[in-house]
């Protein structure tokens, strides 16, 4: 059984400050991790992919992977109260190429 | 980024009846399409799997005659809730892959099923 941990939150954090999400997964076979986000009544939308170890930054989000750990983060710099929404990490396992999706963590970003 | 679309956004509908949800590629081909379902403040549940050509593979306890799931081109894929009931109401959401030097899923926008 694959499992996708995140802590549901909701994770509240000023406007302008550093939203930490993190993501720990059970299978060690997985290679590519991914985040999405979801408005509430909205369907996913992928903000980032990793595939290796360390840091991958895209504007004022950085995804940070440690597969020793099973480990996968996401930061949100200068976080803005459009950043609102629940975030949800999906690592996808080489051999099926199905991704396994967390429960997801509920950002508020309030002004 | 390509382009999911989902056709209807929004389906009312009485119990019993059958209901169709069309998933389009536009701007890509996708070689593999997913069906989820999202009970409300619940993650997505992966429903089943569908590649071009070939029949879908269906999730642990997703009922196939029930969800009837065709991908008959590479560019859609539907979905057929048959004999709907309230029980099935929900948000139901399809993703796409071209499956082509990448491995990322693209979401649709998703249909909210009410059953009556």
């Known amino acids: 059984q694959k499992e996708v941990e995140q802590n549901s939150g909701p994770l509240s954090v000023p406007e302008g400050a550093i939203a930490s999400l993190n993501c720990t997964y059970s299978?060690?076979?997985?290679?590519?991790f991914f985040w999405y986000r979801q408005y509430s009544g909205k369907s996913p939308e992928l903000i980032m992919s990793i595939y290796s170890n360390g840091d991958k930054e895209d504007g004022r989000f950085t995804a940070q992977l440690n597969k020793a750990s099973q480990y996968v983060s996401l930061l949100i710099r200068d976080s803005q109260p459009s950043d609102s929404a629940t975030y949800l990490c999906a690592p996808l396992s080489g051999g099926s190429y199905i991704p396994t999706f967390g429960r997801g963590t509920s950002l508020i970003v309030h002004p | 980024g390509a382009v999911v679309s989902q056709h209807p956004s929004r389906v009312i509908c009485k119990s019993g009846t059958s209901v169709k949800i069309e998933c389009r590629s536009l701007d890509f081909q996708a070689t593999t399409m997913f069906w989820y379902r999202q009970f409300p403040k619940q993650s997505l549940m992966l429903m089943a799997t569908s590649n071009e050509g070939s029949k879908a593979t269906y999730e642990q306890g997703v009922e196939k005659d029930k969800f009837l799931i065709n991908h008959a081109s590479l560019t859609l894929s539907t979905l057929t809730v048959t004999s709907a009931h309230p029980e099935d109401s929900s948000f139901y959401i399809c993703?796409?892959?071209?499956?082509?030097?990448?491995?990322?899923?693209?979401f649709g926008p998703g249909t909210r099923l009410t059953v009556l």
């Open positions: 993703s796409a892959r071209s499956g082509v030097g990448t491995d990322t899923q693209y």
């Open positions: 299978d060690r076979g997985s290679q590519s």
